[in-house]
């Protein structure tokens, strides 16, 4: 497994950004794909935004496309999210993910962080 840590997020009034960070502690961070995925309570799990290992290929939620934008530095092994427009529904738990190659699952998780967005 691989252990991430998660840096940003807190709260701001609807219409501000926030930054999301993750560092990865691997030597073999470029093999696996990056998401961020968000728990709101009452909530499903939704996958915000996924990136694969080059760092080309992105998908997002419907909710965000637009929005917020996930990028990677496979250099520094961290991955990010942009969170731009931010909107109340956008207030959750945002946790990191990494899912490795030959694999259908996210085996990896950062400690989440609080982003809360008021209106």
């Known amino acids: 497994q691989v252990q991430l840590v998660q840096s940003g997020g807190g709260s701001v009034q609807a219409g501000d950004s926030l930054r999301l960070s993750c560092t990865a502690s691997?030597?073999?961070?470029?093999?696996?794909?990056m998401a961020w995925i968000r728990q709101a309570p009452g909530k499903e799990r939704e996958t915000v935004a996924m990136?694969?290992?080059?760092?080309?290929?992105?998908n997002y939620l419907d909710s965000v496309k637009g929005r917020f934008t996930i990028s990677r530095n496979n250099v520094k092994n961290e991955v990010y999210l942009q969170m731009n427009s931010l909107k109340s529904d956008d207030t959750a738990i945002y946790y990191c993910?990494?899912?490795?190659?030959?694999?259908?699952?996210?085996?990896?998780w950062g400690q989440g962080t609080q982003v809360t967005v008021s209106s």
């Open positions: 691997t030597n073999y961070f470029i093999l696996y794909t």
């Open positions: 990136i694969d290992r080059s760092g080309r290929n992105t």
């Open positions: 993910a990494a899912r490795p190659p030959n694999s259908s699952n996210f085996t990896s």
